[in-house]
């Protein structure tokens, strides 16, 4: 059983659909994250929580909506989404936020046609 | 805003040669992590660094937090196939009291190793 765990491994959608990428951690961490790595560009941080609470916005535009409803688990809801949107959505968790060692899930391939 | 600069970009390099990455921060950083990262995988945290000067092994692989605390370097000892893939630097200044932490990372560097 990995320590974070992202489903699904690859998405394809229109620009119209609504869908949602789920982050699983089981390393009892309390902190969770959602980066977007883009080719040629650093990775981004997109949304922090910790206990649940989101904690940091990185200013993201509002067709991504996040959720947590514990702290194991993560949503990354999305609608309306635009062909540059499309990028290696990655989840991580860290013990709290301000311990930043933070372990990585495979992540979700997303593509917007 | 802060930014990582990490060189080199990309290195080509025989088997069982050594290879050496750093990364710089204009600004100072308490923490320093190296992360490496397979194709179609997330990055895998290599080594994590928390105090200047520090130095600090992971098999082959060894790191070092500057002195400065704007830079960090790593190194790769007798290197081997299975060591392909993108190492990316990440730092990170956190404040006691509250304020969120961030990640910042470099962009990476692509490492091809010869057989």
């Known amino acids: 059983e990995t320590g974070v765990t992202q489903t699904p491994r690859h998405l394809v959608m229109g620009m119209t659909n609504k869908k949602s990428l789920k982050c699983e951690q089981h390393?009892?961490?309390?902190?969770m994250y959602w980066y977007k790595q883009s080719a040629k560009k650093p990775l981004e941080l997109m949304f922090v929580y910790n206990f649940k609470e989101q904690t940091e916005n990185n200013s993201v535009p509002s067709r991504f909506s996040p959720e947590c409803p514990n702290s194991s688990h993560l949503f990354l809801h999305l609608h309306t989404l635009q062909p540059e949107d499309s990028a290696l959505y990655l989840c991580?968790?860290?013990?709290?936020?301000?311990?930043?060692?933070?372990?990585f899930g495979q992540g979700t391939r997303l593509t917007v046609v | 805003g802060q930014q990582l600069n990490q060189s080199p970009q990309s290195m080509f390099i025989q088997e069982g040669e050594d290879v050496s990455m750093n990364c710089t921060s204009s600004?100072?950083?308490?923490?320093w992590l190296w992360y490496k990262q397979d194709p179609g995988e997330g990055p895998v945290l290599l080594i994590a660094l928390y105090k200047a000067g520090e130095l600090t092994s992971n098999g082959r692989l060894t790191a070092q937090f500057g002195i400065t605390r704007k830079d960090s370097f790593l190194n790769i000892s007798a290197s081997i196939p299975s060591d392909v893939g993108i190492y990316f630097c990440?730092?990170?200044?956190?404040?006691?009291?509250?304020?969120?932490?961030?990640?910042?990372f470099g962009t990476g560097t692509l490492l091809a190793v010869q057989p």
């Open positions: 600004s100072i950083f308490n923490t």
């Open positions: 390393l009892g961490h309390n902190a």
């Open positions: 991580a968790s860290s013990p709290e936020d301000l311990n930043t060692e933070a372990f």
């Open positions: 990440a730092g990170s200044n956190y404040l006691w009291g509250g304020a969120t932490n961030k990640l910042i």
